[in-house]
């Protein structure tokens, strides 16, 4: 009868913990549909393969926890050392307008939580993203790394240099803004590439910039953004 009844309580313990587990599953899983019907959708986010990737990654653990209940807001949030996670709609609307089929290699400037880099690994073949503030960058690479992103490389150092070694990219992204674009981005774009990055001080805009050939780019102006400044290293 004992055993019986040690058993109970314990297939109740095991059984509730179950249910807790699910729950907290279940609680991002449902946040984050409801920004994706709420923020992104009804601002002309299309891209399926965007919209899927936006829903399967718990946005939560990229923030810290004191933050982590406003993790699916529409806002950008704190990540530390005077940096931010993007609004989920800017890290949508910059992915999408990457147009990506799948099989690039993209360059990110400024990894952040990594979360915008977790967002591509989805979607593209390979991901360098490079962050210039050291604890930042550490903690982005073990956070994907124990995410089990295995096609991003996390690399701490100065983004306007861009990754030499690693070029020509398809496809680049920037989420910090330089005051003007930088020329070791464009060099390391692929022709027929795409580069989407915000720039200028105190207005800023995104911009798209389409390589056409080693020496002509097309830019388009898409909308006035907020983004922190990219960080000049001095030499
Ligand atoms: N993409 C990030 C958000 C970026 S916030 C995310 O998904 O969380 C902008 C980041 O750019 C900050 O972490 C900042 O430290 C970094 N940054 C600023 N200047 C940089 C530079 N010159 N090179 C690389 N990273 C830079």
């Known amino acids: 009868m004992r055993a019986v009844c040690v058993l109970g309580i314990l297939i109740g313990i095991v059984g509730s913990g179950y249910v807790l587990f699910q729950n907290s599953q279940g609680a991002w899983r449902e946040k984050a549909e409801r920004m994706v019907k709420t923020q992104l959708v009804p601002r002309g986010i299309t891209d399926s393969v965007v919209l899927q990737a936006m829903l399967n990654t718990p946005r939560h653990l990229f923030v810290p926890p ?4 406003l993790a699916y807001g529409d806002h950008p949030l704190p990540i530390g050392y005077g940096q931010t996670i993007s609004q989920p709609y800017i890290v949508a609307l910059m992915t999408q307008l990457l147009e990506l089929k799948g099989n690039e290699k993209v360059l990110e400037i400024g990894t952040g939580s990594g979360y915008q880099a977790a967002i591509l690994a989805q979607i593209v073949d390979s991901v360098y993203t490079i962050e210039i503030v050291k604890p ?9 790394d124990s995410m089990g992103y295995k096609n991003v490389v996390v690399v701490c150092g100065d983004g ?4 030499p070694q690693y070029a020509p990219f398809d496809r680049i992204i920037v989420t910090a803004a330089p005051p003007e674009v930088p020329k070791a981005l464009l060099e390391q774009l692929k022709p027929g590439g795409i580069m989407v990055l915000p720039v200028g001080t105190t207005f800023q805009k995104l911009i798209r910039i389409h390589k056409k050939d080693d020496s002509t780019y097309v830019s388009e102006d898409i909308i006035p953004v907020r983004f922190v400044p990219m960080i000049k290293q001095e030499e």
Do not use: I, S
């Open 160 to 163: 306007y240099k861009g990754l």
């Open 66 to 69: 004191k933050v982590r209940h």
């Open 136 to 144: 930042l960058c550490e903690q982005a690479r073990k956070r994907l």
